[in-house]
């Protein structure tokens, strides 16, 4: 029995139930997904700006709790916290946006990230630039739909995912959709049928990618970019 | 009940047994792994023409077999096949050095391979930036020992492998070491102890990335790099 | 008159002073400096985990006084916040990491990082690569010293960088070197007599180049990588 | 009085006389070429699929002849066994692809590669990328046209390769063409008094590029890429 | 009292005033700005050619003044002698495109170069992969005006730079525009006025960028690139 | 018959009859090689100041003989007015930096350039990155010997170029070495016996190359980079 505990990055309980469903049909027998989120912190992360409040309450949930978990899933697609989580503990830490830009790279030459916003493009591009990616990833479209109303009408959203898809086939030869954004899983299932790519999901690539860590006993390196910090230097948290 | 073709590229059927125990301890509950070998082609592969020989061999088997798995993983480091098999298939095909290279990218900002004799370093070179990752290759070590004499005498082999990762760790401050071969598979347990740095084993890691994809029912796009090929136009074979 | 403040991203006010001196000596005339400290976060910087602690105190800085002065300066190399600083003003931010870097690759094709602990090798070299200067980075040298152990005996840590200086002129051809730490300041003017290559001192020139944007009017662009998020949605900060 | 062996890789004598007659005007005075093909392995060279059957006949006919010819060009535009080929024999061997990319990068700032099927973009794509070239290369266009009916109607083939030239020119500026198949080679002269741009035809390129490695009495490098491989492994070939 | 020499780099003295009364605006108090132009030399520079036989000339004046000034101009977007000047002397030497192209860097994800004739394109593409930043470049667009003609009529000029601005906005969702010509400057105030994102005049970012270097008492390295060359080989000149 | 202009870029004849000898021995038969010297300019060219004052005179003899030959080689490692030269001509121009650098990049994987002082360094980095083959070049080797002095003593200049050459295959595991200076010609003959990978001699392959270009009709696009400036607009030359 292993046990994964998945951080929502936001001070907004409202998915914990409904993605922890998603991701307990996900993860293999024998492994428990638990989900909480953050009290003090923005309601989603949209920005640079939303991503730094976020990271706080992030690192104390995994300060608190590293020793009762098997592996930990920071559950947004821009990762906020990655690097720092990775910092204070020693059990394996993944990200959805890490996850599935590495796993669009194995299904085809190239991949289009499909997100919310217009300042996506420049923090995705950034994102791929950092993982090696950059001439891989063919375009990033955004459908101009804060996260906040993804699901207030799913036709229109699906609808918008559709469209962004397509006109990157068209005018990227994209070979590969990645979904940029976390709360777009619940439309993973149904987009899948109506286009003619693969599509990835980023919640559930970093939940099997987590998996992966845990079974293979191997968690990320503790002598460079992840060495342990003082973390008895931080005053007034 | 899902099934695995695990292909070891080589026209020897010594290492079907062990790599088989070997992959099942690892493989999930439930996934079925079979082993096979190539019936023409190399004995080991350390070149490009190994390769050469090899892959006629792994497409034959992949052309036959498709329907009959869900998923295949060609079982050596330098990937023989990979692009082409995934072009005459649907079912997810992986490899070890792709897998394990990209893995490695998560666990620290850089990583080392070691490997068998001195052209590796040319070849993973090129491997490495093939996917994009040259940056975060601190180097390749080859421990200049053939194939074919890694299990000869195991304390040699291990004691080479471990001097090559800490003359890394010491040249490049490098943070993680692949294993650049297959046939090092029965040496990891006992490096892992050995060393201060993760070590990641290729076949371990690909049968798990396979298992990823099987899962997430997802596989490589079939409109670009991967296209469908005629196979009517093959003549002699 | 135009105004620029300085916001030290550590919860203590011991370097306010000092660091206000040295600034206001090299600000051009008429040009007034302040220096603030956030209230909450890490005594000092030196891991992603410090950084993140950092953050939300300067922004809360930067909303509250962005529209008193003319250009904000985050005083600590490793830029923490500097992108979503930028994203929720108007006004010039800029950060001694990216402004010294950026300085060095105008002053030879190589230049060398010296800080603090091992950890900043990849953290910089990471640093170097977002801004495209891969190629020119020649190394990234440590001096094994925590920031708090910096001012304790001069000459030590003056040593300590002249002989991290003179090892990778030799080993690396290096032509600049850049003081990985705005914790060096105070060492620049003796170590600038006693090495034979140019110095760069980061603070000193994140100041210069806030007065070139100020001066020529200029400020990031507002329609995609730093277009002003919804700050309305941060929850208990 | 020097020999050139022209290896044609697929599994079809047809073109080995006209590539012959036009190879045979191109070479200089007192350099011999002879055409042959492999016995058993594709018809046509479209995908990694068909590479992989051509190789080994490519193979055989490289270490059977290699003391009785100074050179060797494999005749097709994928290169296939490029790399293994080198690895067998001491006199150098060159492939179309290879040499007429780079030849075209000496001509202009960016050129475009003009092929056959849709595949063709990632294929040459990665081609250019593995040659450090990838910002040199502005497209790779596809005419949809099978290879076996390149012939079929020389007028259609070259209006659809004179469209491609003509629309990347208007969108990308293109300054140079690469013709993307040798089976286009009847073509080029043609096509040169009809585009206003150079054209490089790659059969005649790597038939001058062999020209000079003969002529300059050196070849490719033993002690790294290409070290001569132990050939006596392969079983069933 | 510190003195900058801004050098012409073109046999005509009609521009001296203008650029003069200009820079003296932007450049801080007690910053002598004296401009003079060469006497042998091109009209304008908008070639390689050009800047060839400008280059002799700016060098002449470069030796012959470099220990009555603190710094030194190159005042052509094209930075001719850019490199040699720095050989030649140890007073800083700045160029327009390059203080252009990288303040442009720092101020959002992507920028477009904006400049006269067709062979442009290439030429900046080009002297933005030597800065390190060809991904952040998103276009470079001509207006297809020589730079004789640029004064001619004001608006016309004007109005087909806001147009290339306006386009490359639409087409790249470019964030910043940078000017690629010198030759515009008396247009940036009009400019800035009329578009929606920031616009780098160059030859008041060089200014800048130089006082900087003066006010921080550094220079190019002596020891690698910019080593000082035997400058007593020169015959004719 | 075909005629070649070698244009010496140095204001001394001395090297005309030993090169002329030199080269027209390589020059394939029915090629009609003539070497010429500039009047004014270097006398040696080892610095970008050298070779600003070389390129007047070179772009001088291309305009006046462009009609009277088939193509222009620019005897020089450093390829001064290289992209000039190709602006004022249609005809092919080569030179041996370029040149050798591309040939080596086919010989194996990686490549040395052996030169002259240490300012070589940068400046064969950089000519390598601008030619996409960074990543190919493992060493830049100085002999720390100038220009003048390189035939003073045969067997003390071939001594040092070994002994560069010998110091990067054991560092560097270089596998092909590029002589950096076309004043090393003469030692190319006994080089090639004395070390174990190959050597490429750059003024030979310059040569070859343009005889490639001419027997293939094939020259520059004048369409972008090389597009034809408009000459009339240098005064005093």
Redesign the interface.
Known sequence: MKKILVINPV??SRWNKTDGDYLKK?A???MVVEVVNI??????I????????A??GI?KIVREIKNQYDGIMINCFADP?L??AR??CDIPV?GPG?SAI??A??????FSIISV???V???F??KA????????LSSVEYIDM?VSELEDNFNKTEKAIIEAINKT?KQN?T??AVLGCTGMLSLHSGLVKRV??????PA??AL??L??LI??R????K?????T???G?????
Chains 1, 2, 3, 4, 5, 6 share one sequence.
């Open positions: 001070a907004d996900i293999r027998e024998g009290k003090k912190g923005p309601k989603t949209e920005s640079f700006y939303d991503g730094a409040f990271i706080p690192l916290g690097k720092s910092e204070v993944v890490e590495i796993l790279s194995m299904l085809g030459f190239n916003k217009k300042n493009i420049p923090m591009e950034m630039a950092s993982l090696g990616l950059s001439k891989r804060p086939i030869n070979e590969v003619s790519i693969p599509v990835v999901e559930a690539t099997k990618a998996e992966i079974d293979l191997i968690s990320h390196s002598t460079g970019l992840y060495m910090p003082d973390v230097k931080i005053i007034g948290y």
